[in-house]
């Protein structure tokens, strides 16, 4: 049996009943039920009957129009009244409630409608039907309306940054209207309602600035900052898009803070300058926290942070000049010893301070490290009383670890921690080399007068500096440290030794490697005879070990224990090697001239006044001397001073101190030049040719890492190696120089 065909208006009549039972559904009228599956089944079957006759009867392109009909029908005598009437809020909640019920109008007519997009549609390639209901209500409603509705959202963002209390949930559902209506696209929440919202912002906050900038302080002007920022991006969490936080973000911040940057950070009682100087450490972080998100916000923060720094280690340098002048200025008083050491501990607690304020206030931030880095080499590389800053560390450090010193009176903790601190300001300072000089001649000292607290310290200290430094920085060091042990050994084989062949009284002997320790200067004392028969009995010893090592004697560096028999009770007497033979010539003379005990010793003048001197004009007086002034001279007379007495039994006599300053120097400089020539050389060797100024700065970034050479000493280098055909100028541009193999 064929089906009975459907007119175009017979279906149309069924399907009109069903849209118009649904606008009364969505009205909320409350005698009208909801659809049951029969109601729904007739209208579906309806569309698929008519959709499917045959020519000229299918209606499906007919059925198509309609439906876009209906919505615009339903638009037109409803929707739009509605929303016409009504204002600002009033009309947003109309609106959202408005989209609500389109949405559910185009659920259902997609359904009944279901046909035509799985056949007539998907075939001709039309606007999907559910498409057909959004454009429907984006043409005519939102169209008219977008401009009423942005400007009513954003009267309501004011309200809520003037303190009063909106209804979030509205704004959110206004803008998803936004949203949804791009189908897919954020077009229509971008040109039709952010750009505004951004214009509106900027003027708020530029407003907003304006006024806080004349009357608050920095601090409080921040916190209000802050606290927008928040607010800004808590709306964002309510109710604008997600894409919306970095450009509203970035407008607020422009006005709020790249506007007044200068203004804000140079207030005179409390810009940066006053926060720092006050440690505001809260205000600082918050500071950081904030312009670290402006374009090059963080560049005057860290210029400040660096120029405060410099100015306060500056300022220190100036006080330890003061101090060196004046021994009662109040920083003795404060801290216990010499100007130099305080200068050192202040600059070490300078640099806990403000390496705690780069990690903490500055969550460790680059730019910050850089700007500590160079204030303090500003300052580490000044002159302190005479003394470079290398001389003091090294001074310092001497001070720490030798016995008697800083050691004794700090845990193995604090101990640690000083000497990481004053390897960390090594890193400052640009003569590293001279440094390493100064160290290694005290470590030296230390070591071979057994004057060390702590081999584990000493061992600590080196592993530091290698780490810093490299390990060729502490290969010398660290090889004086072992040739020690080693002697040691050596040692303890010779007197199992000297129980077969004891050479009368009780001595050691220390041997150590050239190459590891400073040069020291070889003197041709003339020992006792008690001294003579123990060298003898020594070499003979040393020869049975090794015939192939030369042995050069060191007698400034020599200790020995004498008993002085005085009148009132005998003392022992701690003395270097050469007072210990000087006093040993009283043995057999009452008295003797400065000429006699010259001669006898075989020593310089510099030396024989130096022990004289400590013998007879210094705090024990074991000799008297004619005259009896504080000077030795040449037509002194010297004798034994019987008379002598002290409430101690053992007593150590010291020699006047040396001044190695000059030496050091001397020598540092000597390896430099080394260091430069090397260096030249190397760099030639491997581009063969080189301008001047290539020369020089590739040099200088060689060297750089242990001490800064002067241009004019790279200059002499240079002429030098020409010299010495390591290098030729050539014959058309003197500005260039080439290798000779």
Known sequence: MTPREILLEEGWDVLEKGITKLKKILEGKDDEPQFNSEQYMVLYTTIYDICTQKPPNDYSQQLYDKYGEAFESYIASVVLPSLREKHEEFMLIELVKRWSNHKVMVRWLSRFFHYLDRYFIARLALPPLNEV???CFKSKVFEELKRKATGAVIALIQQERDGDQIDR????????????????????????FEDAMLKDTTSYYSRQASKWILEDTCPDYMLKAEECLKREKDRVAHYLHSSSESKLLEKARRELLTVYASQLLEKEHSGISALLRDDKVEDLSRMFRLFSKVDQGLDPVANAFRQHVTSLGTALVKQAEDVAKDKKADIKKDVAGLPEQVFVRKVIDLHDKYIGYVNDCFQNHSLFHKALKEAFEVFCNKNVAGSSCAELLATFCESILVKGGGAEKL?????????ENIVKLLAYVSDKDLFAEFYRKKLARRLLYDRSASDEHERSILTKLKQQCGGQFTSKMEGMVTDLALARENQKEFKEHLVKNP??????????TTGFWPSYKVSNLNLPAEMVKCVEV?????QTKTNHRKLSWLYSFG????????DAKPVELILSTYQAAALLLFNASHGLSYQEIKAQLNLPDEDVVRTLHSLSCAKY?????????????PTDVFEFNSKFTDKMRRIRIPNPPVDEKKKVIEDVDKDRRYAIDASVVRI?????????????????EQLSRMFKPDVKAIKKRIEDLITRDYLERDRENPNLFKYLA
């Open 503 to 512: 050479p009368g009284i009780d001595f050691s002997v220390t041997v150590l």
């Open 621 to 633: 007086k074991i000799l008297n001397k004619e005259p009896g002034n504080k000077t030795v001279s």
């Open 684 to 700: 030639m060797k491997a581009r063969k040719v080189l301008g001047y100024q290539q020369l020089v700065m590739e040099t200088v």
């Open 559 to 566: 200790t020995c224990n004498i008993n002085g028999k005085f």
């Open 133 to 135: 209901g959004v454009t």
């Open 411 to 419: 845990s193995d903790e604090d101990i640690e921690q000083t000497l």
């Open 169 to 192: 949930s509205l704004l959110k559902n206004v803008l998803d209207l936004f949203v949804e209506i791009g189908m897919g696209q954020l077009n229509c929440y971008e040109n039709d």
């Open 538 to 542: 020594f070499r003979d010893y040393y």
